[in-house]
Structures are given as structure tokens and as C-alpha cells.
């Protein structure tokens, strides 16, 4: 199967807008544990998430509708995980990076088969990228506020407790961005840890983008009636020591 063109998606090793992968999935966690996950006026880049709360059954997927200007990045999360300072691991408390990092990477070792699938305008279905093995990512550690408002506290593999927490996220995500305007639909999902599984469907309609530029650079950016007044160039004296 083909795959999406390489000027739609951002590569690992790249940034976007000024932010890495690993910001961007930082970001990603924080808007899924907030009171509102499924609130998409984001801003530049829209937040999509699995189908959290029914990990072991194949019979159940996410499906969502959503409508976004031309311009709206995208971030698809094939596989994921996160654990917390705090939280056990195979029977030990986390209470360090290492293990964090550890737990984190362990549970992404596991993971597979996944697939991200992308059809455009209800023809042609292609692969988000060429191997998603290549977008194999791990944030920073960094500090998490889980609301306590949060839908999913007790719906992922492992309770979230609300309050301030050290975080570390992985798996496998991919930022799409410039799609041009249509109508698509992104599927993806798979395999994890101990039967893990997750899917999800989303039909995304890229509209266009109101021009609304408040740059009024040029010559007419000055009111009229303070262009019709009469200026002054500004003398300086320069004292020589």
C-alpha cells in the first residue's frame, strides 16, 4: 500500500512550529487528562486520542466527527503509554527516571501489530507514513496536572489520580500537517501489553481557512487623519566626549 506524501507529515527527527515530537506528546497527555479531552478548538494542531476504556475488546472502536480550517495540524496516536513518578511497576514504586523510563519503554516494547491508515475524499486509502516504526517516540520528563474532572481516571489500564504528577509518555505518534481541504478518515490502532488494544476511527473535514490577517504592515497601516497631519523630525543633539 502506498503511502502519504512525505510534505503531509513531520518526521521524528523535525520540529514543527518550534516544538519536537517529544513537546508535542507532552502536550498530547496533558490535553488528555484534562477536565475537557474532547474539546478540539485547540488552536494550531488537533489532539486525537484511542478508545480509551475498552482496551480488550475487538469489538469495540472510537469513532468521531470533527471539522477543522485548512492549516490544523494533526496529531494521531497509533499506540501509547504513560506512567507517573508514584505510580507500581511490576510491583515496585516508580521513584526515579530511570524506572519510569524503563516502565515506559517496556510497555512500547510490547506493543504491535498497530496500523494508521488515511482515505482521502472516499477514494483512495493509503498508509499515514511509510513504516511506523520509524516514529517511535519518548517525551521528556515533565510535570502534569490530571483534572479531577478527567472522563478517563478510571477507564485507562491504570487509574490516574487527579493532582500535580512526574510524568514520562512513549509509543508511536504521527503529526500530519497542510492537508489540503476534503474530507478524511483516519484509522489506527493496535496491540499492547497484556491484551491491550485500542482503534479508532475519525472522519475529519479540512475546510477553508478564513483569511483574517492582522499584519498591517504598508503604506496604508497609519489612520488617515494622522498621515494628513503635519510631522516633525525628531532633532538629537550628539554630545562628543
Not at 515496585?92 to 482521502?120: C, M, N, Q, S, Y
Request: aromatic residues 12%; proline residues 6%.
Amino acid at each position: 500500500m502506498r503511502s502519504l506524501s512525505y510534505k503531509y507529515f513531520v518526521k521524528p527527527s523535525e520540529n514543527y512550529k518550534g516544538l519536537s515530537y517529544s513537546d508535542l506528546i507532552s502536550s498530547w497527555l496533558r490535553w488528555l487528562l484534562s477536565s475537557m479531552p474532547d474539546q478540539y478548538d485547540y488552536g494550531d494542531i488537533l489532539f486525537l486520542r484511542g478508545s480509551v476504556g475498552c482496551h480488550t475488546s475487538k469489538s469495540n472502536y472510537l469513532t468521531s466527527s470533527v471539522a477543522i480550517p485548512q492549516g490544523v495540524a494533526i496529531l494521531v496516536p497509533i499506540v501509547t503509554t504513560h506512567f507517573f513518578i508514584g505510580d507500581i511497576y511490576n510491583g515496585t514504586v516508580i521513584k526515579e527516571e530511570f524506572t519510569l523510563r524503563k516502565a515506559v519503554r517496556e510497555h512500547v516494547d510490547a506493543a504491535g501489530p498497530f496500523w494508521a491508515t488515511l482515505e482521502v475524499n472516499n477514494k483512495k486509502v493509503v498508509k499515514l507514513v511509510p513504516t511506523l516504526d520509524s516514529f517511535r517516540i519518548e517525551s521528556a520528563i515533565f510535570e502534569i496536572h490530571v483534572s479531577e474532572n478527567n472522563p478517563f481516571l478510571e477507564l485507562m489500564d491504570e487509574p490516574n489520580s487527579p493532582g500535580l504528577h512526574t510524568a514520562m509518555v512513549g509509543g508511536y505518534f504521527v503529526l500530519l500537517h497542510d492537508l489540503p481541504i476534503g474530507i478524511y478518515r483516519i484509522r489506527f490502532g493496535g496491540y499492547g501489553m497484556e491484551s491491550f488494544y485500542t482503534e479508532a476511527l475519525y472522519n475529519i473535514n479540512i475546510k477553508p481557512k478564513k483569511l483574517d490577517s492582522k499584519d498591517t504592515s504598508g503604506p496604508k497601516f497609519t489612520p488617515d487623519h494622522i498621515l494628513k497631519e503635519k510631522r516633525n523630525p525628531l532633532k538629537t543633539k550628539i554630545k562628543i566626549l
